[in-house]
T-cell receptor, first 114, second 113 residues
Framework: DVKVTQSSRYLVKRTGEKVFLECVQD?????MFWYRQDPGLGLRLIYF???????EKGDIPEGYSVSREKKERFSLILESASTNQTSMYLC?????????????FGEGSWLTVV | QQQVKQSPQSLIVQKGGISIINCAYE??????FPWYQQFPGKGPALLIA?????SEKKEGRFTISFNKSAKQFSLHIMDSQPGDSATYFC????????????FGKGTKLSVKP
């Protein structure tokens, strides 16, 4: 069965802290994604990666960075957390090859910045 | 325009009724239109998808209707059940080998028993 695992489900962090959200997939997928989900705004793409050490900005990359040192692991980094980054973060993965490939999501990480 | 507009934002349907969620897009380069279903506390999961060369696709109680000329597509849930209560997202692929999706803002469906 396909598995995208987000190790931290619920986090509370202070403003200004550096935050790491970790994601691991066991499907040998090349593509990995980080989305942010907010009520009324849907899913917005933060960053994606189509290969190890490769990254591309999505629609809302400001305030975030990512790291992909291994194929199965994709990390989202908030260098200095702010309250407007309180949200649910979703990691996802897929195989390459154009449209029509299913994107598989993890169960989400709820981040509260106080 | 890299947008997919989804309506309604929320929907309440009686058990056994038909749930209809609509989406519209502008970019004719979009070539793949999936629907994702998300239960509370879970990540979205692919429900059903369609390509623009097909006008309708049915899987069980779920049907996508696609109107290419109007640039609209919709999800119909027949005989809606309380277990269908979830948030539904339409999406569109804007090409490229990464298969990146643009998502609608979601519809929260509640099916009352």
């Amino acid at each position: 069965d396909v598995k995208v695992t987000q190790s931290s489900r619920y986090l509370v962090k202070r403003t200004g802290e550096k935050v790491f959200l970790e994601c691991v997939q066991d499907m040998d997928h090349e593509n990995m994604f980080w989305y942010r989900q907010d009520p009324g705004l849907g899913l917005r793409l933060i960053y994606f990666s189509y290969d190890v050490k490769m990254k591309e900005k999505g629609d809302i990359p400001e305030g975030y960075s990512v790291s992909r040192e291994k194929k199965e692991r994709f990390s989202l980094i908030l260098e200095s957390a702010s309250t407007n980054q309180t949200s649910m973060y979703l990691c996802a993965s897929s195989i390459p090859g154009g449209s029509g490939n299913t994107i598989y999501f993890g169960e989400g990480s709820w981040l509260t910045v106080v | 325009q890299q947008q997919v507009k989804q309506s309604p934002q929320s929907l309440i349907v009686q058990k056994g009724g038909i749930s209809i969620i609509n989406c519209a897009y502008e970019n004719t380069a979009f070539d793949y239109f999936p629907w994702y279903q998300q239960f509370p506390g879970k990540g979205p999961a692919l429900l059903i998808a369609i390509r623009p060369d097909v006008s309708e696709k049915k899987e069980g109680r779920f049907t996508i209707s696609f109107n290419k000329s109007a640039k609209q597509f919709s999800l119909h849930i027949m005989d809606s059940q309380p277990g269908d209560s979830a948030t539904y997202f339409c999406a569109a692929n804007y090409g490229g080998s990464q298969g990146n999706l643009i998502f609608g803002k979601g519809t929260k469906l509640s099916v009352k028993p």
